[in-house]
């Protein structure tokens, strides 16, 4: 019998980890300037088309990518850290 604490406790690790490593990743494209340029973007998109539909990656960057015109406007107005 699973008890609602640990469900919420599998739940929280699998959100926390995976978080901290997309915002690394915002932090980082934000630094290098490359998430302004729209290349970056088609490298990705690129890349996800080539893993597996059930790969940690893929699901990574087609949430990246699925967020783009979002980051794309927080990176130009300053918002995103």
Same mark, same amino acid.
């Given at each position: 019998?699973? @008890? ?5 406790? %599998? ?8 978080? %901290?490593?997309?915002? *690394?990743?915002?932090? *980082? ?6 998430? =302004? ?15 597996? +539909?059930?790969?940690?990656?893929? @699901? +990574?960057?087609?949430?990246? +990518?699925?967020? %783009? ?6 990176? =130009?107005?300053? =918002?995103?850290?």
């Amino acid at each position: 019998m699973v @008890k609602p604490d640990d469900t919420l406790l %599998k739940l929280e690790i699998t959100v926390t980890v995976p978080q %901290k490593l997309v915002e *690394r990743t915002l932090c *980082r494209v934000s630094e290098t300037g490359y998430g =302004r340029a729209e290349a970056f973007y088609r490298v990705a998109q690129a890349i996800s088309e080539t893993l597996p +539909l059930d790969s940690k990656e893929k @699901k +990574l960057l087609d949430g990246f +990518l699925g967020d %783009k015109e979002r980051l794309k406007a927080d990176l =130009r107005s300053g =918002r995103l850290f």
